[in-house]
């Protein structure tokens, strides 16, 4: 706003154009708001790496149920298929 006044205190017409100033748009630069947005981005930033661990944590957790599983129906499959001894029972009868 200074160097404005300064130009209007020497003469009220425009440098560039010399037509008659009669008044001054002041244009403020709102650092207050520039930091509330930084800081809001940084907290959803925050949020989203939080979001991505849960997540990372329950696919590791699904993926270890589901080899858990894979390898007790093997087994399953083992000891069904297994030759029974003689004094086992045929329970499929």
């Known amino acids: 706003m200074e160097c404005s006044q300064i130009v209007r205190r020497q ?3 425009c440098p560039i154009c ?3 100033v009669s008044t001054f748009i002041q244009i403020k630069d709102d650092q207050s ?4 947005n ?5 907290n959803q ?9 849960e997540v990372k944590k329950k696919v590791e957790n699904d993926h270890e149920n589901s080899v858990e ?3 007790s129906e ?10 029974r001894s003689e004094n086992e ?3 499929e009868a």
């Open 38 to 42: 930084k800081e809001s981005i940084k």
């Open 45 to 53: 930033l925050e949020e989203l790496k939080e979001d991505k661990s």
């Open 69 to 71: 599983e894979e390898e």
């Open 89 to 91: 029972p045929d329970l």
């Open 33 to 36: 708001r520039v930091v509330e």
């Open 18 to 20: 010399r037509t008659k």
């Open 74 to 83: 093997e087994e399953f499959e083992e000891t069904k298929n297994a030759p």
């Open 11 to 13: 003469s009220n017409n």
